[in-house]
């Protein structure tokens, strides 16, 4: 393993949502304000200051959410298919260790109940957002490069993009388990995974599953008792959003070789709504 303390850390989006919490686990990261999609811009950043590790976590995702990119191809092609290949080409070139931050929204099912594990090729393409993020990631498989792949993040904070913030502005909620992301426990893996200077793509989700739909009766039971939501269906997701949602299960296997492993996300998200309810919700 090695020290992070004496290298010298550029993270890309640090503005964002993860990339603010990257800024926590790596208080010394220098954090420009670069377009990952200006060639010339990265090259001169990556010539100026010699990085030991580059993170990137800008990407779009869409706000309020991923329909968002359905009117929005180009500037979605731009920062998650043109800028991740910019960075690899620029990265190549002088040999500096990379991360990159994928997402696991590019299946749908459970793989027989085994979940799907890094290599299984993707088998959601239901929006052009789940579309760019399989192509990205397909193409960085060839690479050295180590993808983090997360799905639907939340944790104890209020922020806007968090899952648990974003479900409980809908008042009808989907009933279908899913694999989810507790950040806290995201950066702890991403750390160890990063400090190893490990290659290749890791899926970073907390053990188990649960849905939209029972994410919001623990808020109901514990942050707040007068919310009031309805259960949707699968079948009637498309009378309420314009493009299709990944609903899928992850394997943790080859994360647990590693020897890496992430708590229950039913604990976890307890320990989210406990810490929301502390603030007042």
Not at 83 to 102: A, D, F, N, Q, T
Not at 138 to 154: A, T
Request: proline fraction near 4%; aromatic fraction near 8%; hydrophobic fraction near 35%.
């Amino acid at each position: 393993m090695v020290d992070l303390f004496w290298m010298k850390i550029i993270l890309f989006g640090s503005r964002g949502y993860l990339g603010g919490q990257f800024r926590k686990l790596y208080p010394d990261a220098l954090c420009p304000a670069v377009d990952i999609s200006d060639q010339g811009a990265v090259s001169a950043l990556l010539e100026a200051e010699k990085p030991d590790i580059v993170l990137n976590a800008a990407g779009k995702t869409g706000r309020p959410n991923v329909d968002w990119c359905e009117d929005h191809k180009e500037e979605t092609i731009r920062s998650n298919i043109t800028g991740p290949l910019i960075l690899l080409e620029e990265c190549g070139k002088r040999g500096i260790y990379w991360v990159h931050m994928s997402s696991g929204c590019i299946y749908t099912g459970d793989n027989a109940g085994k979940g799907f594990a890094e290599t299984d090729p993707p088998n959601f393409f239901g929006s052009f957002y789940s579309r760019t993020k399989a192509w990205s990631d397909q193409m960085l498989q060839e690479f050295g490069v180590l993808q983090l792949r997360i799905r639907m993040p939340f944790d104890g904070t209020t922020e806007d993009r968090n899952l648990i913030m974003k479900l409980r502005k809908y008042k009808k909620v989907l009933d279908v388990q899913n694999s989810i992301t507790h950040l806290p426990d995201f950066f702890k893996a991403a750390d160890m995974l990063i400090q190893k200077r490990l290659l290749g793509t890791y899926n970073l989700v907390n053990a188990g599953s649960i849905s939209p739909y029972q994410i919001m009766e623990l808020y109901q039971e514990i942050v707040d008792p007068s919310h009031t939501f309805e259960k949707l269906s699968l079948e009637d997701l498309s009378t309420v959003t314009k493009a299709g949602r990944s609903n899928c299960i992850l394997s943790l296997a080859k994360l647990e070789k590693e020897g890496i492993t992430m708590p229950n996300v039913q604990d976890a998200l307890r320990t989210a709504l406990q810490t929301i309810q502390e603030k007042g919700g």
